[in-house]
């Protein structure tokens, strides 16, 4: 008999990989099992765990991973958008295009932007132009009355 192994593998993230194995490992296996796996395995390792099930036929795989219990505990993974890798094959013999690729830091293999060979024009400010009469240095001096401090008045 003829199996085809399937890897789930779930990095640790805002929570262990642990507490999800915990939380969802039972029902996980209770639809494998339903769906025709013949052989399943937990491995623990630093920063994560891996299933491995084995179905017979493909379309038992594809039967299960369609099953929205399965699609509930891989949403849930503590990192689901690091953290969660779904491969044919066992552990790291799975070929490399299966796998979901981690994105690059930003900026990684970017080239620097050119900088602009002239530096932008800037309008200059209009300098004001010296007033043709000299300003009096006595501010009030030509004033038409002189203010005077008068008492405040109640109107009664």
Same mark, same amino acid.
């Given at each position: ?11 640790d ?36 765990v ?25 949403d ?19 070929s ?22 002239e ?12 007033? @043709? +009469? *000299? =300003?009096? #240095? $006595?501010? &009030? !001096? %030509? /004033? @038409? +009355? *002189? =203010?005077? #401090? $008068?008492? &405040? !008045? %109640? /109107? @009664?």
């Amino acid at each position: 008999m003829s199996l085809r192994w399937w890897t789930i593998e779930v990095r640790d993230g805002v929570l262990p990989a642990q507490r999800w194995k915990d939380g969802y490992g039972e029902a996980l296996l209770e639809a494998a099992v339903t769906n025709g796996a013949k052989r399943w395995e937990w491995t623990l390792m630093p920063g994560g765990v891996v299933l491995e099930v084995a179905f017979k036929e493909t379309d038992d795989w594809d039967r299960f991973r369609a099953l929205p219990v399965v699609q509930a505990a891989l949403d849930a993974t503590p990192d689901p958008v690091n953290g969660l890798y779904v491969y044919p094959g066992r552990g790291g013999s799975a070929s490399a295009r299966a796998r979901k690729p981690k994105p690059r830091p930003a900026g990684a293999g970017a080239a620097a932007i050119p900088l602009p060979e002239e530096p932008p024009v800037v309008a200059r400010l209009a300098v004001a132009e010296p007033p @043709a +009469e *000299p =300003i009096s #240095e $006595r501010p &009030f !001096e %030509h /004033a @038409a +009355e *002189p =203010i005077t #401090e $008068r008492p &405040f !008045e %109640h /109107a @009664a």
